[in-house]
């Protein structure tokens, strides 16, 4: 009943702050925009990416966070909570097959009581939860399909879902093929082990169909981006960016890393207990032991290949919170009296949720308040009265920008970044759309253009003030 309490009330709040926290915002708008274009034109490109080739078929990517936005965008109107809602609902699934893979695993109610609730209120899980980025869909294919292991049922549904894994983000190839391979154990049949191959090929053989199985661009694309997100990117050493770093925000325009989980700094322990209990189960040999492997493979393959951001951690936090519990369990209570360390535990638990409580309701309680500043439709009421109707307008920036763009033909989305992807003479008129005291530090539109674009000749460019 308490965790039903808590969940209704986190899912309440994330849905009535679903268009204001966070702010439409660059990644969100560049996942977005292969996917909409496919259900506008029948392209699947974007013009929002730096990457060559993009223009013409987007790669730069996994598709599978495409492939659920062209889905949606079919069904919902193109409306910045319709887009956000299906990725909401996807976590809260996420939560409930959670719960329910945690009963199977023989944990009690209380305990999983505290890891959900430790699980949803950690900072780095609900800011990237909420930022229509992929690890939405990686945490909700991990959980089902591990759910799925558990009670072996549903195998080839199963293998659909493993291979959605892989496709989702390059860091999840570590984990997905641990799932196969248990999934692959627990088909007695040699018939049943090739249907669910093929059926895993499916998605694969979707998305090498889409680049026409032309490698080259590929490697263009994918591996370059892959290249510029990696461990290479960031200053430190391997082992401390992996263990510390990626539990840290790294600004590339500083080349700085800060604490990130200042209210949480237990966090960072967290990884290293998950470990330590992932080797004690493998050495004593349990039976299946899945987790414990995905865990110790997933760090290794992240600490020689992914670069160490906090937003790729919610699939490994959501296995490190269960190692956790596991090994408190194992190694903590028996050295205790029972009763009188469940006590505790419970006390300090129910101290530390008290603090992270707080600032997960204080954050969306402030959000409440600014609903008229955060307020997109707002701004899209000024955009009206501001840009004409009747004219093909080219609009730069911000990233709200975007949604408007959705609901008018006569409107092309650009970021300043790339403007070298635009021919300006298209357009009968050009915006840059900015606020306050940047109107103060905008430069000439040509500073933005690319060296090497093909532009014949520069539109005059309106600067608008928000």
């Known amino acids: 009943m308490l965790l039903l309490i808590f969940f209704a009330i ?34 699947y490109s974007s013009k929002l990416w730096g990457y060559k080739g993009t223009q013409e078929v987007f790669l730069t990517h996994l598709p599978m966070l495409q492939w659920v936005h062209i889905v949606t965008l079919s069904i919902f109107p193109r409306d910045i909570f319709f887009i956000r809602l299906p990725f909401a609902l996807f976590f809260i699934s996420a939560i409930y097959f959670y719960r329910k893979w945690l009963m199977v695993r ?186 414990e492997i995905i865990y110790i493979v997933t760090n290794v393959y992240w600490m020689l290949a992914a670069g160490p951001f906090y937003r790729y951690n919610v699939v490994l936090l959501a296995l490190g919170y269960v190692l956790c519990a596991e090994w408190i369990r194992d190694i903590i209570l028996p050295y205790f ?27 969306n309680i402030v959000c409440i308040l600014q609903h008229p500043s955060r307020n997109p439709y707002l701004f899209y009421s000024w955009l009206d009265k ?13 990233c709200s920008a975007y949604y408007y763009k959705l609901k008018h033909s006569n409107l092309e989305y650009a970021m300043k970044e790339y403007l070298g992807n635009f021919r300006y003479e298209e357009y009968d008129e050009i915006y840059y759309c900015t606020s306050g005291d940047e109107l103060k530090e905008v430069k000439p539109i040509d500073i933005y253009y690319q060296e090497n674009s093909s532009l014949l000749n520069f539109m005059p460019l309106r600067i608008t003030g928000v």
């Open 10 to 43: 986190y899912s309440f709040l994330l849905l009535v702050n679903l268009i204001y926290l966070p702010v439409a915002w660059l990644d969100e708008i560049c996942y977005l925009d292969p996917a909409v274009n496919f259900v506008e034109y029948g392209h």
């Open 106 to 291: 023989g944990l009690n109610a209380v305990t999983i009581l505290f890891i959900i609730i430790f699980f949803t209120l950690d900072k780095g899980v609900y800011e990237i939860i909420r930022s229509m980025r992929m690890e939405t869909l990686e945490l909700f294919f991990l959980i089902l399909s591990l759910y799925l292991l558990s009670i072996n049922k549903y195998k080839l549904p199963n293998a659909l879902i493993i291979s959605s894994l892989a496709l989702t983000h390059p860091c999840t190839g570590a984990m997905s093929l641990v799932l196969m391979f248990f999934l692959l154990k627990n088909c007695e049949e040699v018939k049943l082990k090739i249907a669910v191959l093929l059926i895993a090929l499916i998605p694969v053989a979707g998305y090498l169909s889409i680049g026409n199985f032309n490698l080259s661009l590929y490697y263009d694309q994918l591996i370059m981006h892959g290249k510029d997100h990696s461990m290479a990117t960031v200053p430190g050493s391997r082992h401390w960016k992996h263990f510390i770093g990626r539990f840290m925000h790294y600004t590339p325009a500083t080349g700085q890393f800060k604490m990130f989980y200042t209210t949480q700094p237990y966090v960072m322990l967290i990884n290293f207990i998950a470990l330590w209990q992932s080797f004690r189960v493998i050495i004593k040999k349990k039976k299946n032991p899945i987790i």
């Open 337 to 363: 009296s029972m009763k009188l360390m469940h006590l505790r535990l419970t006390f300090i638990s129910a101290l530390v949720i008290f603090v992270i409580g707080f600032e997960f309701f204080a954050r």
């Open 386 to 398: 501001n840009i004409p109707s009747n004219k093909k307008i080219l609009i730069i920036e911000p």
